[in-house]
């Protein structure tokens, strides 16, 4: 069964750069890897998807190592405005029904 | 483009009534999921419908049900209400497979069972 792990929370200062990683030990061989933010109140909100090796946007990276049994997510030059919840997102597939696992989120604190 | 759209945005029940929530996905995306998000177990998926057929479905009991409309429109329902089953009930569209993609969420519903 697919599971993910994350840091609880994590404390920064705007302009530094924020890794944040997820472990997903049995994911899937055709799966992919996603990450969202979450702002109070508010639903999940895409922020990157990868595959393998590193994928950039214009908010983030995503490296993902060869064996693709954990992911970093990469915000460069964080600001106040980057305080919310991350979640990584794999799925797991159980005989012939498939579910996203979401991580328990990591709790991302920008300071001034 | 109009986003996700849930309805009601907050309500309150009583243990053993049941609810319906209602959610209409981004115009042309057929893909419709849930989520229960709760501070005690995170965000976890109930199921997913595509074309009105029931895709996927998370490890819920049977009194979380869920449809989907030829419009592409989602219910899900929950009954005999739980004091447990307060929470945060948010969907996703999406225009293909679940995890190929981008999930676009809704606000959510909140629903508090007393």
């Known amino acids: 069964l697919a599971k993910t792990t994350q840091p609880i929370s994590m404390d920064s200062y705007e302009g530094q750069e924020v890794n944040i990683t997820c472990s997903h030990n049995?994911?899937?061989?055709?799966?992919?890897i996603t990450w969202y933010q979450q702002f109070p109140s508010q639903g999940p909100r895409f922020i990157i998807q990868?595959?393998?090796t590193k994928v950039t946007n214009e908010v983030a990276s995503l490296f993902i190592p060869a064996d693709r049994k954990s992911s970093t997510l990469s915000l460069p030059r964080v600001s106040l405005s980057d305080t919310a919840v991350y979640y990584c997102?794999?799925?797991?597939?159980?005989?012939?029904?498939?579910?996203?696992?979401f991580g328990s989120g990591t709790r991302l604190l920008v300071r001034p | 483009k109009a986003g996700v759209t849930q309805t009601p945005r907050y309500l309150i029940k009583t243990r053993g009534q049941q609810v319906t929530l209602s959610c209409s996905p981004i115009?042309?995306?057929?893909?419709v999921s849930w989520y229960q998000q709760t501070p005690g177990q995170g965000l976890q998926f109930l199921f997913e419908?595509?074309?009105?057929?029931?895709?996927n479905k998370g490890n819920f009991p049977g009194r979380f049900s869920g449809r989907q409309f030829s419009n592409s429109r989602s219910e899900m329902n929950v009954s005999t209400l739980e004091l447990g089953d307060s929470a945060l009930y948010l969907c996703?569209?999406?225009?293909?497979?679940?995890?190929?993609?981008?999930?676009?969420f809704g606000e959510g519903s909140r629903l508090t069972v007393l």
């Open positions: 990868g595959y393998k």
């Open positions: 996703a569209s999406s225009a293909g497979q679940q995890n190929t993609g981008e999930l676009f």
């Open positions: 049995n994911i899937a061989t055709n799966d992919y």
């Open positions: 997102l794999v799925g797991d597939k159980l005989d012939s029904s498939y579910k996203l696992i």
């Open positions: 115009s042309g995306h057929r893909s």
């Open positions: 419908y595509f074309s009105e057929t029931q895709r």
